[in-house]
């Protein structure tokens, strides 16, 4: 919101009374003056603040889930209303409401609680930063992490005091086309103020009726016809609902403030800094994937009755159908994660591009090959698992995340040979396969 949120310089001219005067006047910071916030900014406000209440609620009930997507959805539509919105973004709105349905249905058997409510937040906040425009490159893809730490910290963190200078204004600046002068220190030093005199008056209270029997029974017949708004209210809930509704707002309203050209300048100076950490010569690359590939070779060659029992249905001597599947599965997945880190270094550090380096491509793809081979053990031995026992929610989060790696192999193969951005298919795959698990 710094299109709406203006510095603006001191009217006062020039001081004539000494050297010391000029020099403080031209090093004085300029005052800060809020402009009057659009009327779809303070109705964001209120829904970032209601939806993050609702989110400090997760553990109540499928309704304050619910109420979160609803209200945080309308709070990303009423900031962006008019804008394009990135084709994409509709998928990761998608995945969130599959999280809500299998909540409501009550068919959520495969993930435990906590992992749905962490997914669907996860789901619904970067569906908010695709909405607003933010990502890097327009969408998903090999800015990732730049995206993610830039829209999840260093976005809603600067942008934190927003929602509540807009609450602010909204209720000391009412009338049409008045402004008023408000810093963020301002906003916070008044609510430490109104903080610190409720706890005040209590004090107060509290001491009165200790010295007086007969205001203590008045004090307290007043507290009983009160409502018990603590019952539904939840003071302990709202303070953490109070800062998660800044945080929320300034996600969501950041991109505003960010612009199609200072995107663009984020991502020309993160492509320089990239620029200069491309040292390491290709054929140093393709040596170090060499000396990894030669190893899974030999162990594929050592250990092939062991590891391709479970294509042909054999169990190795002396295991069982529970021991052969469980043993090495996760071992297997996490080598699996180390290639991939080792591709991602070599996409960002390498001299030359992949693609561009003939032998470096050669053995990225031989690298791949290799990976693909442990996800199809794994899967063969879980598949030889569930004939024998079935699914049960643990199988079936092991069965995805194989299926996930394997995914993952298949695009980084396509876009090695092609050219294709596929690594917003793999990120689609598997949050739509994690969301649709929820209605299982």
Request: hydrophobic letters at 50%; proline letters at 3%; glycine letters at 10%.
């Given at each position: 919101?710094?299109?709406?949120?203006?510095?603006?310089?001191?009217?006062?001219?020039?001081?004539?009374?000494?050297?010391?005067?000029?020099?403080?006047?031209?090093?004085?910071?300029?005052?800060?003056?809020?402009?009057?916030?659009?009327?779809?900014?303070?109705?964001?406000?209120?829904?970032?603040?209601?939806?993050?209440?609702?989110?400090?609620?997760?553990?109540?009930?499928?309704?304050?889930q619910?109420?979160?997507?609803?209200?945080?959805?309308?709070?990303?539509?009423?900031?962006?209303?008019?804008?394009?919105?990135?084709?994409e973004?509709?998928?990761?709105?998608?995945?969130a409401?599959?999280?809500?349905?299998?909540?409501?249905?009550?068919?959520?058997?495969?993930?435990?609680?906590?992992?749905?409510?962490?997914?669907?937040?996860?789901?619904?906040?970067?569906?908010m930063?695709?909405?607003?425009?933010?990502?890097?490159?327009?969408?998903?893809?090999c800015?990732?992490?730049?995206?993610?730490?830039?829209?999840?910290?260093?976005?809603?963190?600067?942008?934190?005091?927003?929602?509540?200078?807009?609450?602010?204004?909204?209720?000391?600046?009412?009338?049409?086309?008045?402004?008023?002068?408000?810093?963020?220190?301002?906003?916070?030093?008044?609510?430490?103020?109104?903080?610190?005199?409720?706890?005040?008056?209590?004090?107060?209270?509290?001491?009165?009726?200790?010295?007086?029997?007969?205001?203590?029974?008045?004090?307290?017949?007043?507290?009983?016809?009160?409502?018990?708004?603590?019952?539904?209210?939840?003071?302990?809930?709202?303070?953490?609902?109070?800062?998660?509704?800044?945080?929320?707002?300034?996600?969501?309203?950041?991109?505003?403030?960010?612009?199609?050209?200072?995107?663009?300048?984020?991502?020309?100076?993160?492509?320089?800094?990239?620029?200069?950490?491309?040292?390491?010569?290709?054929?140093?690359?393709?040596?170090l994937i060499g000396?990894?590939?030669?190893?899974?070779?030999?162990?594929?060659?050592?250990?092939?009755?062991?590891?391709?029992?479970?294509?042909?249905?054999?169990?190795?001597?002396?295991?069982?159908?529970?021991?052969?599947?469980?043993?090495?599965?996760?071992e297997?997945?996490?080598?699996?994660?180390?290639?991939?880190?080792l591709?991602?270094?070599i996409?960002?550090?390498?001299?030359?591009?992949?693609?561009?380096?003939?032998?470096?491509?050669?053995?990225?793809?031989?690298l791949?090959?290799?990976?693909?081979?442990?996800?199809?053990?794994?899967?063969?031995?879980?598949?030889?698992?569930?004939?024998?026992?079935?699914?049960?929610?643990?199988?079936?989060?092991?069965?995805?995340?194989?299926?996930?790696?394997?995914?993952?192999?298949?695009?980084?193969?396509?876009?090695?040979?092609?050219?294709?951005?596929?690594?917003?298919?793999?990120?689609?795959?598997?949050?739509?396969?994690?969301?649709?698990l929820?209605?299982?």
């Amino acid at each position: 919101m710094n299109d709406e949120y203006t510095l603006q310089t001191r009217g006062d001219d020039l001081p004539d009374n000494g050297a010391t005067d000029l020099t403080d006047t031209l090093t004085s910071e300029p005052d800060e003056v809020v402009k009057k916030p659009a009327a779809r900014e303070i109705i964001a406000t209120a829904l970032a603040f209601a939806g993050a209440y609702a989110c400090c609620r997760f553990s109540e009930g499928s309704l304050a889930q619910v109420a979160a997507l609803v209200l945080l959805s309308i709070m990303t539509f009423v900031l962006h209303r008019g804008e394009k919105a990135a084709g994409e973004s509709w998928i990761w709105l998608g995945c969130a409401v599959l999280c809500d349905v299998g909540l409501i249905l009550r068919r959520n058997d495969v993930w435990e609680l906590w992992v749905e409510h962490f997914a669907f937040f996860i789901f619904l906040t970067y569906w908010m930063i695709s909405r607003g425009g933010f990502l890097l490159d327009g969408r998903s893809g090999c800015y990732l992490p730049a995206d993610c730490l830039y829209g999840y910290l260093v976005l809603p963190l600067s942008h934190f005091a927003d929602a509540f200078r807009t609450l602010f204004w909204a209720v000391k600046y009412r009338k049409r086309g008045d402004r008023g002068q408000i810093s963020a220190e301002a906003v916070f030093v008044s609510l430490f103020v109104i903080l610190i005199g409720t706890i005040l008056l209590f004090a107060a209270m509290r001491l009165l009726a200790s010295s007086d029997f007969r205001f203590a029974a008045g004090l307290q017949r007043l507290v009983e016809s009160l409502p018990d708004v603590s019952a539904w209210l939840k003071p302990h809930v709202l303070i953490f609902a109070i800062p998660l509704g800044g945080y929320l707002f300034g996600m969501a309203a950041g991109p505003i403030s960010a612009g199609e050209e200072l995107r663009l300048n984020r991502r020309q100076a993160l492509d320089a800094s990239l620029a200069n950490l491309r040292l390491v010569p290709a054929g140093v690359w393709a040596g170090l994937i060499g000396a990894f590939s030669a190893a899974y070779l030999a162990y594929f060659v050592l250990q092939a009755s062991y590891l391709f029992g479970g294509f042909m249905g054999r169990l190795p001597e002396g295991f069982s159908v529970a021991e052969y599947a469980r043993a090495g599965f996760f071992e297997l997945c996490a080598v699996m994660g180390i290639n991939f880190g080792l591709l991602w270094m070599i996409a960002g550090l390498a001299r030359q591009p992949v693609r561009a380096h003939r032998p470096l491509k050669i053995m990225c793809l031989l690298l791949l090959g290799q990976s693909l081979v442990f996800s199809a053990i794994a899967l063969s031995k879980l598949g030889m698992y569930i004939g024998v026992y079935g699914f049960t929610p643990l199988r079936l989060q092991s069965t995805w995340l194989a299926c996930v790696l394997m995914a993952g192999c298949v695009c980084g193969v396509v876009h090695i040979c092609t050219g294709r951005k596929t690594f917003r298919a793999f990120m689609a795959f598997g949050a739509v396969t994690m969301a649709a698990l929820c209605l299982v």
